[in-house]
């Protein structure tokens, strides 16, 4: 007797697809990591012929657009705006940001992918009106600033377009994403997810494709199982990217601790702690997971040398 069988995927979740379960490729230390498996979903869900985003610092959220209408094969546009000289809340930086994202950009997306360097209100008449599918709002997360952004680039959307705004759960003084997500996602469909500082889906056209209909009306009806979904989805993002960034943590802290010792600054339990770390990079190294995640390292180090 056989025990094989099959799994109809007819009847699935609206809110879930094979693409929600895409890893990114490009991974940096970011307020949004965990939002990449909703990125993977919406662009294939929405399927959109121009993507705009506003705020993209290292590229996190743009790539994992990116990434996915490679994988894809969609016939869209991107488009990343930033000065790439950073404001207070996402820090000033210096020119190796805009050099990363560059290099990625040249070597990756360049066929479809177009980055915009300058302010937002410089740039409007770069985008043609009425013609941005998918809007994606992160740039500095004051009252005053997200609801200029979101003002100044409505006349961009298309009549099938929805919004996504980061932070909107975020409560930190001098944020306001909040306060303007709880005016705005009264006047629209709205859907927000609470993990990783709150993402808010806004579906702004008055003619939303059906599959952003259906995630609307699935989402209604149960908001705490594509909360817990993205959430546990997303949750498996950071343990990979935490992969990536223990080796570098350890290291960091070994070389502090051997810079300690050459100033003969000798501290009680120093040595045994310095054992302690090497111990447990090595162990990172031979993992199995290290060893599998290589030849992504190996393409990022070479894509940020230039090679
Ligand atoms: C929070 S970061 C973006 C994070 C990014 N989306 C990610 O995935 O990590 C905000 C970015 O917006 C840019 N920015 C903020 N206000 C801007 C404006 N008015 N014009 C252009 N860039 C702006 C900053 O330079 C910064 O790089």
New binding site residues.
């Given amino acids: 007797m056989t025990t094989e069988s099959a799994i109809s995927i007819r009847g699935r979740e609206e809110w879930l697809s094979p693409a929600s379960y895409w890893m990114p490729t490009h991974f940096?230390i970011?307020?949004?990591m965990e939002h990449a498996p909703f990125a993977s979903w919406i662009v294939d869900a929405l399927q959109p012929r121009s993507i705009v985003?506003?705020?993209?610092?290292?590229?996190?959220?743009?790539f994992a657009f990116c990434e996915a209408v490679k994988r894809l094969g969609l016939d869209t546009r991107t488009y990343a705006?930033?000065?790439?000289?950073?404001?207070e809340?996402?820090g000033v930086?210096g020119e190796e940001?805009f050099d990363y994202v560059s290099a990625v950009n040249r070597t990756e997306y360049a066929d479809f992918s177009t980055l915009i360097r300058?302010?937002?209100?410089d740039s409007l008449d770069k985008i043609e009106d009425g013609s941005v599918d998918l809007l994606?709002i992160?740039?500095?997360?004051r009252l005053p600033?997200v609801t200029h952004?979101f003002e100044s680039w409505v006349p961009k959307l298309s009549s099938r377009a929805v919004v996504l705004f980061?932070d909107i759960a975020e409560h930190q003084e001098d944020f306001g994403v909040w306060e303007f997500w709880e005016g705005v996602s009264q006047r629209y469909r709205s859907f927000a997810f609470e993990h990783n500082h709150g993402l808010g889906v806004l579906g702004v056209g008055a003619d939303l494709p059906g599959a952003m209909e259906r995630f609307f009306d699935a989402a209604e009806s149960s908001p705490e199982a594509v909360r817990a979904t993205y959430e546990r989805l997303g949750g498996a993002v950071s343990e990979l990217a935490s992969v990536y960034s223990r080796p570098a943590e350890l290291q960091h802290e070994l070389n502090q601790l051997r810079a300690e010792i050459d100033r003969e600054a000798r501290v009680p339990g120093l040595d045994a702690r310095i054992v302690d770390l090497q111990n447990q990079l090595d162990a990172v190294h031979s993992s199995t997971s290290w060893k599998v995640t290589q030849p992504i390292r190996t393409f990022v180090s070479r894509i940020r040398s230039g090679r």
């Fill in positions: 940096t970011t307020a949004w985003e506003l705020g993209t610092h290292w590229g996190y959220s743009y705006l930033d000065t790439w000289a950073g404001e809340h996402a930086y940001v300058g302010y937002f209100d994606h992160d740039g500095r997360h600033d952004d980061h």
